[in-house]
Structure formats: C-alpha cells, structure tokens
C-alpha cells in the first residue's frame, strides 16, 4: 500500500480574531508512522489537529498527496481525515457498540450495508480489546475504557490522516504501550499519517519516528526523537532542566532533574 | 481498568470470531427488545385512546359510550354528536400534539445538547402566548387571515419566530449552545413580561379569554387542525428518521460529529426549523402544553437509550400517551367539568419531573 504525504503550508488558524497558528509551514509528513506533537499547555497543539481535521477556520495550504484538502466538502474531507477528540461526553445513553457504529453509519458518504458496518464495529472494538464492552453504556466506562472507545470510532473509520488528541491521558501504563502499539501497527498497514498529541515524552520518543515540539503556535524542533528532543529544547520550551539519555535497549529516556 | 488489553494483531481466531458473533447477537436481542416497547407504547396509546373516548363532562355512561363507540349499542343524535364531532377530534388532536411536542423537544434536547430545552422551556410557548395576547387583547393579527384562526395565526407567526431567533443565535459566529439556551431562558422572561404588559392594558372579558388560552386546552380542536398537524407529522417524522443517525453522532460532541463529516450547523438549522413548525403549530392550535417537549424524551430515554432511530419514535409515542392521558384525567377530576389540559399535563409531567431529577442524582 502506498503512503500517504501531508504537506502544510503556510498555515493560519485560531478562534475568531484570535489567531493561535500563524504562518506554519513544515516539511511533509510521511504516511506509515507515527509523528507526536509535543508541548506545554496552551502552545496550540490542539489548535492545529482542529485545523487540520476542518473543524477550525484556517487559511493556507493544505495537501494529501496533492490533493488540495481544503477545497474538499465537510463529508469528502472527513472521509480522508479523522480526529478524535481529548474525551467523549458525560450523560450520553448510548452503549460503545452504538457509538462506534454511529461513526460509520451517520458520514454522508457512508456506503456500507448495515451488515458490513457492525462487522467493521465489532472488529474495532476486539483489535482495542474491548469487545467485552459493547453492549456497555458509555456512562458505566472507566476514563481510560472511554478513550479505548474514542479510538475504536477513530480507527473504524479508515481514515488515510488520523488526527488523535491525547488518546492515552487516561490510560494506565499497560494500556498507553498497547494504544501506542496498535496506533503504529495501523499507520504502518494502511500506510496512513497518524498524527498524535501526547504529553509523556517517553512514549513519544519510544514509539514515534518523527516528533515535532510545539510552543507559542510554533514549531521549535522538528526530526526524529533524537534531533527534536534535546536538553536544550526541553529548556526552552517546558523551562525545565533536563538530560536526555539512551537505555540499555537503545530508547531514549527523559529525566527531569527540576525547573531550569 | 476490567476491560482486556488491546490486540496489536489484526488475526481474528475462531473463539474470537465466535465471540464477536455473541455480542452482535446481543445487539441484535436489544433492538427486538426497543420494538416490542414501540409495540406496547402503540398498545398504551390505542387503550389511552379509547379511555380519552368514553370519559367526558356528559351524563352518557362509559359502557353506552363504549357500546356506541364499538357499534355495539344504539347512540342518540346528541350522543353521536358527542362521541364523533367533539370527543373524536379532540382525542386525536391530543395524540398529535403529544407526538409534535415530544418530537420537537428530542430533537431540541440533542441538536442544543441539553436535556432541560423543550419548546416550553425555551420561549416557544412564551411567545406563543404573546401573539395570543395581541390577538385577544388588541386585536392586533396577520392581515388577511380569517377572524376565527387570528389567534392560532399569531400565536403560530411567534412561535415560528422565536424558534428562528434562536436559529439566527445559532449561525451568530462564536455562539455556542450554551449561548443559545441562555437567550432561550432570557426569551421566556422577556415574552412572559410582555404577555403581563398586555393582561395590564386588557378588559375583564379579553383577559379572561387569554388566561384560558395560555393554560391550553383541547376545547379548541377541530378537523381542520386535526388534518394540518396530522400532515405536519406524516412529512416531519420520517425527515427527522432520516436524519437519526446524524443526530445520534451528534450526542458524542460537536467536534466529533463534524470529524464524521455532518455539516453540523445545517444539521442544526434543519432540526430547529422542524422543531418551530412542530412547536409552532401545536401550541398555536391547543394553547400552552408544558412539560410534555420536556418530559416525553426523557421518559424515551429511559427506555430506549438515544440511538435515534427508536429515540425519536419513541418519543413520539411517550409524548402522545402522556398528552392522551392528560387528556382523559381532564376529564374526570371533577364531575361535569373538562379542566384545561396544560394544568394537567403539568400536574403529570412535574412529579415526574422532580424523579427524574433524584433519580439522576443518585446515579452521578
């Protein structure tokens, strides 16, 4: 399968007058990995994965494998991109299994039999290991259960860019190695840009191939783990003083010795 | 955290697939489940019905009323007159209005995402009230329509009107629903401060006239209106059917709902044109009906959960069963007497209402 290439240029975005992202261009993001945005609260992380899934006003270039996104529909675009949100809402009497079947079946565009969409939501649901949890109402789930969920509507979906905003704030150690895992299993099968908001450093630069480190609605470091996640720019970004290290097994590691 | 760990395999194995088939299995056994309950609310309401029928102010006796009604037993002209041209169109215009109220207060529950919006709450009925008033008062109405709809005419143009404000809050850039439920909330205060400014300015009789008509009654039913909100409902429900999965999607969040490709403001203003012409002609035929907009989804809620395609039927049939019964208690509370059936449908709706509250309570 041939990857997808997401090319940003010049991007705009914020909410209203308020502009957040100002003129951002990055090199192309390359399909079949995983790339972790990181930084501190408030740096416009968020803002860009809105900006990019269509759910934000923005000016400037916008292509996947040239194709211009934002000239497409609001159905046309969300059929290539797919963002999941930081949580689902409270008070909400749906059970997952009706959740993550609303995801396929309320798109415009969806074109599958009724048939097909349970199978593909059932499917989802036993790859995030949750199948037990399908007739389960979406208020009975645990914080982390709800994000398992959140990401079954993302991943059923089939998108080729998948924009996931903090998918393991919730989960324990166990489960954000497994979320991970099966986040870059799909991106390598599909071939697909899987972009991924994450404040746990470690887990960025364990399981992404490219990271980029945001601050102020810029990007300050950008490249692998390696490049992008140095002493230097932890400093200037988190204000903290720390050392970046190798481990026995050749990931790296972060320590926080305290505020610079 | 008791659900298992995530599978980074893509491989189905034979238990998993069995197991998979065990739980569409047990989707499937709660969908029979929501269609029997569609059955026995049709079931309740066929029965409501019946009661609304044979219960009334005259002195005809329930069992001659259900001989007569059944073809059983002979009916005097008076009596025929009764059951046919009063009891009959009042009935069913009370399963109608039911069915518009509860529907238009779903759909506005979801598309404003807050379980307390209904057209009551949220200043349909208030500026219904306030055409009325104008109607009744100072004769003030729409030219052109004739004398006896002058009311339900300006009670419906305000109506309409207000829903469209809210709309126009809506498509404001930056106006979140929160926005939208507090000019909502404002719009009731404003519209009840005004009806009280002409009830200040109104004779004895004209003031009589509108305090009647603001506590809704089914007195005021006839053919005429029964036909346009029967037509209203049979090209409104399947619009809204249609959009059930768009609306389901859109209980998991705004920015969700947009990621699955919904066009969400459309979705919006296409529900809350549906839900003013719903609101707008219910209340502009029968008066001010509080609480069935609020009540009746919550009680479909409780029953069927909020997958669209059983939420919106069902409420339909809960608004049309609360609203039957209201109607039938009207009559029998005290003898001789037919009681306005917005007294009553509060009278219901407001313990309900106070359980609901609790009973939500306990389980945050």
Known sequence: MSSSLLTIRDLCAGYGRRRIIETLSVPAIEGGSVTALLGPNAAGKTTLLRALAGLLPMTGGLDLCGEDLTALSVAERASRVTYMPQSLPQRVALTVFEAVLAALRASPLAGMSPEGARNEAMRALERLGIADLALSSLDELSGGQRQLASLAQAIVRSPRVLLLDEPTSALDLNHQHKVMALVEEVARERGIVAIIVLHDIALACRWCKRVMVFSKGAVVADGTPEKAVTPEVLAAVYGVSARVERCSRGFLQVSVDGPA | ?364
């Open chain 2, 1 to 364: 955290m008791t659900s298992r760990v995530p599978s980074a395999g893509s491989g189905q194995s034979e238990e998993a697939a069995g197991e998979a088939r065990a739980w569409i299995s047990g989707y499937d056994a709660r969908i029979r489940r929501r269609l029997v309950i569609l059955v026995l609310l049709s079931l309740a309401l066929c029965a409501s019905f019946v009661l609304d029928l044979i219960t009334g102010p005259s002195s005809m006796g329930v069992p001659h009323a259900l001989k007569g009604l059944f073809g059983l037993g002979e009916l005097s002209l008076p009596q025929r007159i009764i059951i046919f041209d009063v009891r009959v169109p009042a009935a069913i215009v009370a399963i109608l209005v039911g069915a518009a109220l509860s529907l238009a207060g779903a759909e506005m529950q979801t598309v404003l995402n807050n379980p307390l919006a209904s057209p009551f709450t949220l200043g349909v009925s208030s500026a219904a009230s306030l055409g009325a008033a104008l109607a009744l008062v100072l004769g003030i109405g729409i030219p052109g329509v004739p004398p006896d709809w002058i009311v339900s005419g300006n009670a419906f143009l305000f109506a309409f009107a207000s829903v469209l404000l809210l709309q126009g809050m809506a498509r404001a850039r930056g106006a979140g629903v929160e926005t939208l439920v507090l000019v909502g909330i404002a719009m009731v205060f404003t519209f009840n401060a005004l009806v009280a400014l002409v009830q200040f300015v109104a004779s004895q009789d004209a003031l009589q006239q509108l305090v009647f008509w603001t506590m809704g009654s089914l007195g005021r039913a006839s053919w005429n209106k029964l036909a346009i909100l029967a037509f209203l409902l049979i090209i409104l429900l399947p619009l809204s059917l249609k959009d059930a999965w768009k609306l389901t999607a859109l209980r998991l969040g705004e920015d969700r709902a947009r990621s699955f490709g919904i066009n969400v403001a459309r979705l919006r203003f296409v529900s809350l044109v549906r839900v003013s012409l719903l609101a707008g002609t219910s209340v502009a035929f029968v008066g001010t009906i509080g609480f069935i907009g609020l009540v009746g989804p919550h009680i479909a809620r409780l029953m069927v959960g909020e997958d669209h395609r059983f939420f919106l039927p069902t409420s339909v049939l809960t608004g049309a069963l609360l609203m039957s019964l209201a109607s039938a208690l009207s009559k029998v509370l005290a003898t001789g007497v037919v009681l306005p059936v917005g007294i009553m449908t509060a009278l219901i709706g407001v313990p309900f209402f106070i359980f609901l509250i609790f009973t939500s309570r306990e389980r945050t």
